[in-house]
């Protein structure tokens, strides 16, 4: 009977529970769409119950294929910054709120920025709208319903192992990622949960992410097929769990992801928080954190310009002609904070600009400026890290983006380094979900280990030549976006 591990992935637009065996080939997967709510101005909100019966549906089908096959354990990972009012028989009293919800965005504005400061100096994570403290000062200030009558505060992947196995628990990553906890003590930080108005309480025990959760309901056993005796481990955030699957863990190896936001990360040991707030810096282990920043633009503003172009043709066809444009879209300059924008300005009020438009510009040059514009943002993001980490020894890219070769080579050639491709773009499900999982069951030795069994598809080689052209169009944006962020 071969062997499998399964990763149960919950990103922003889908759930995914993804088979793989020990070598990190996919051997089968199912994924269920999520619904994204946006009921005011700023509010971005998803169901959690629905998303609760989707992970139902994904895991019943994924252990129904595997059925022969010997499932070794399910691991999860988890998008990072949601937040649940929830009572104290577990049923959600709202709505999540995810990572882009924006309805802090005043309350940031107006904060004290020595508390800024001081708060972020203890958390590493940055005073930003995308942060459940935020989310929680806000509902505070405006005595939001469900915060007065919460007994607790989930995140999705708490909520959904509280409704399962009545265990309240989060690991490391993800209570690092909500801005309450002490990123060195590891413990919930004090003038945090003064400023929500939380108590300890109301909080889940923090645990390592191979922490083996048991007591799984006989109900959801039954209804999903779950193997027997098979452990249900907590795994991380997937930010932490993409650099692990990329096999990026050692220092000077990069990881960057671009699906429909962005994110440019290193594991390193300790911690380290930046002294100008440009980065976050997020516990993984005991031992290790993850710094790096985040963007909101990555696929979203290919797709923002596709919508508003009113283009009716596929992606692929969208980007056709955009690679024979020369370097720089002749002349035009794109600063995509068509979203909001998290690192490296921290801000959700920043606004998105094409510079240098002419009557002799067309869709491929503004495509092209906008592949431009998102490698130019997290490679600004990328030289903060080097001021913490220096030089990126290895870079490995994944994420939707990567279909695309025109904008692998952009990356590669901006960064003037190789590019590795993973033959899967299920990094955080295989990194966390799944290795996590097999490092929790003592099945394999350690999580250094993943880097012998990453099926590698190819390696991108820079253009040198193209790379001293694009430090001096690096240059460019990189003052133009300086000079914008007045009107923010």
């Not at 002609?321 to 370097?327: K, Q, R």
Request: net charge negative.
């Amino acid at each position: 009977m071969s062997e499998v591990v399964i990763g149960l992935d919950f990103g922003t637009t889908s759930v995914k529970a993804v088979a793989f065996d020990l070598k990190g080939n996919v051997v089968n997967e199912t994924e269920q769409l999520i619904e994204t709510y946006y009921p005011q101005a700023s509010f971005v909100e998803q169901n959690p119950d629905e998303i609760e019966k989707s992970t139902r549906n994904v895991l019943k089908e994924i252990f129904t294929v595997t059925n022969k096959q010997n499932v070794l354990a399910v691991g999860i990972s988890c998008a990072m910054h949601s937040l649940i009012c929830v009572d104290d028989k577990g049923n959600a009293l709202s709505d999540m709120a995810i990572w882009s919800d924006g309805r802090s965005s005043d309350l940031v504005e107006k904060l004290d920025p020595k508390i800024k400061k001081s708060v972020y100096s203890k958390t590493g994570t940055p005073i930003h709208p995308m942060s459940p403290l935020l989310k929680l000062m806000w509902m505070k200030e405006n005595d939001y319903q469900a915060y007065q009558q919460a007994t607790y505060f989930m995140s999705l992947k708490e909520y959904l192992i509280y409704k399962w196995t009545g265990k309240r628990v989060i690991d490391y990553s993800m209570a690092s990622a909500t801005g309450l906890m002490n990123v060195k003590s590891l413990d919930w930080e004090e003038e945090a949960l003064a400023l929500a108005g939380v108590e300890r309480s109301q909080l889940s025990k923090i645990v390592p992410p191979t922490e083996i959760i048991d007591g799984l309901q006989s109900e959801i056993i039954d209804e999903v097929g779950w193997p027997e005796q098979t452990p249900f481990v907590i795994g991380a955030a997937d930010g932490q769990l993409a650099n692990l699957g990329n096999g990026a863990i050692k220092p000077g190896e990069v990881a960057v992801t671009v699906g429909t936001s962005g994110a440019i990360r290193q594991l390193i040991s300790g911690q380290h928080v930046n002294d100008n707030g440009e980065t976050f810096s997020y516990a993984f282990t005991k031992d290790t954190s993850i710094i790096g920043g985040p963007t909101n633009n990555g696929g979203i503003a290919l797709q923002w310009l596709k919508d508003m172009m009113e283009y009716e043709g596929t992606h692929e066809q969208f980007l056709q002609g955009s690679e024979d444009v020369e370097i720089g879209s002749d002349g035009l300059l794109f600063v995509p904070y068509v979203n909001g924008e998290r690192a490296p300005v921290w801000n959700q009020k920043a606004r998105g600009n094409f510079y240098g438009l002419s009557v002799t510009h067309r869709r491929p040059q503004l495509v092209r400026a906008v592949l431009e514009g998102i490698v130019f943002n997290i490679y600004q993001i990328g030289q903060s890290l080097e001021e913490i980490a220096g030089k990126p020894t290895t870079i490995s890219v994944n994420g939707g983006l990567t279909k695309s070769p025109l904008w692998v080579q952009i990356l590669a050639d901006v960064f003037g380094q190789e590019i590795q491709l993973a033959e899967t773009h299920h990094a955080a499900a295989w990194g966390g979900a799944s290795w996590t999982a097999l490092v929790a069951i003592n099945r394999v030795e350690s999580f250094e280990q993943i880097k012998d069994n990453i099926p590698i598809d190819q390696v991108i080689k820079p253009n040198l030549e193209n790379h001293q052209k694009y430090n001096a169009i690096f240059a460019k944006y990189q003052q133009l976006a300086k000079d914008i962020e007045k009107y923010f």
